[in-house]
């Protein structure tokens, strides 16, 4: 194991190194070195999966389109976010449509931008997917100091999400990458169904926070699967905003 501190892109030359590291490392480090490879879910993930899964509509577009023509916004506010990138200048939240115009005019044309319908999670758990089956999990509390979440960590209630998640990918269908992390989270206010788990968004296993899973080694070995082997279907690729800001990076 080495520790790096990302200021160039050299351990990402090493064929047979396994990385954990942030996303726009990752697009410098891809751009520089062309035989690493990737893995995610991809930023319109959430758009294919049932309703019943997620709770809330889910409708992943571009910057550019968004501008040119501006979605229809229900009660007054949306939620909108950057699907596979996390930027201060475009945070993850609630955006009036003036606001969401305002926002938009700070990215690229082709940046994704993922739209969706207002809903609450009171509680959520990371799961860490290998081959369709969780291996891992930590749970987190977005109103919540993370210094507390070990405190209200309730395992019957995480084993809970752990099982339905697992169930919804079998009934449902729903394809994922060999090593992916998908957090569930209670909804206690779904735009369609009743209150209970739904699937909050899948992140990288290479980049997703570890969130203090006890599970370490079946953490690091979905970090692994993340990047060995992968398939063109899921592939990851950095966004024009990851490649932008990266840029200066990736000479190095």
């Known amino acids: 194991m080495r520790l790096d501190f990302g200021l160039d892109t050299v351990a990402g030359a090493d064929a047979e190194a396994m990385l954990w590291c942030p996303g726009g ?19 319109r993930w959430l758009d294919y999966l049932p309703i019943e899964l997620t709770g809330r509509e889910i409708v992943t577009s571009e910057s550019g389109a968004l501008r040119q023509t501006p979605p229809v916004i229900h009660g007054g506010t949306i939620f909108a976010k950057l699907p596979e990138t996390k930027h201060d200048s475009f945070p993850a939240q609630l955006r ?23 809903v609450h999670f009171d509680s959520e758990v990371r799961c860490w997917v290998r081959d369709g089956r969780v291996v891992a ?12 979440w070990l405190d209200l960590d309730d395992p019957v209630r995480a084993t809970a999400a752990v099982l339905w998640l697992e169930e919804a990918l079998v009934t449902c269908h729903v394809p994922v990458p060999p090593g992916v992390v998908i957090d569930v989270g209670w909804c206690s206010d779904p ?9 909050v968004e899948a992140n990288a296993a290479w980049s997703a926070d570890w969130y203090g899973a006890l599970e370490l080694s079946s953490v690091v070995e979905t970090v692994v ?10 592939r990851w690729y950095p966004s024009p905003l990851l490649l932008h800001l990266s840029s200066g990076l990736a000479q190095r």
């Open 137 to 148: 999990r930590a749970s987190h509390f977005p109103d919540r100091a993370r210094e507390d």
């Open 96 to 118: 009036s449509l003036d606001e969401l115009l305002t926002d938009l005019s700070r990215l690229p044309d082709r940046e994704p931008v993922q739209l969706q319908t207002p």
């Open 225 to 234: 699967a993340s990047q060995v082997g992968v398939s063109d279907q899921w």
């Open 25 to 43: 490392w990752a697009a410098a480090a891809t751009v520089r070195h062309r035989h690493l490879q990737l893995s995610s879910a991809g930023p």
């Open 191 to 199: 735009w369609f169904g009743e209150p209970g788990w739904r699937i």
